[in-house]
Nanobody
Framework: QVQLVESGGGLVQPGGSLRLSCVVS????????WAWYRQDPGNKRELVAT???????NYADSVKGRFTISRDFVKKTVYLQMNSLKPEDTAIYYC????????WGQGTQVTVSS
């Protein structure tokens, strides 16, 4: 059974940084295009960043230049480095494939506030 386990969230001041991790188990990691999503209460889940199996990255305009998606094949982990955080980045962050193929994990809460 595939599991996606996100971690690394927390409370950070505006301008701060966080690195999120998503450990993938139960499947062949390197054949998928991976992605990070986020959702805050009352809004739809938003695609934040994608990383293709060939290494191509894409970002939502709202995070471009501030967030970086990466992966570790050995650890079967997808990362999201978030810099220059803004209050509007506050949300629960999830990882999944770029076509949302797997069941969602529990996500990790990111709160940006002074």
């Amino acid at each position: 059974q595939v599991q996606l386990v996100e971690s690394g969230g927390g409370l950070v001041q505006p301008g701060g940084s966080l690195r999120l991790s998503c450990v993938v188990s139960g499947t062949i990691f390197n054949i998928y295009n991976w992605a990070w999503y986020r959702q805050d209460p009352g809004n739809k889940r938003e695609l934040v960043a994608t990383l293709s199996r060939f290494g191509t990255t894409n970002y939502a305009d709202s995070v471009k230049g501030r967030f970086t998606i990466s992966r570790d094949f050995v650890k079967k982990t997808v990362y999201l480095q978030m810099n220059s955080l803004k209050p509007e980045d506050t949300a629960i962050y999830y990882c999944n494939t770029d076509d949302m193929y797997f069941n969602w994990g529990q996500g990790t809460q990111v709160t940006v506030s002074s």
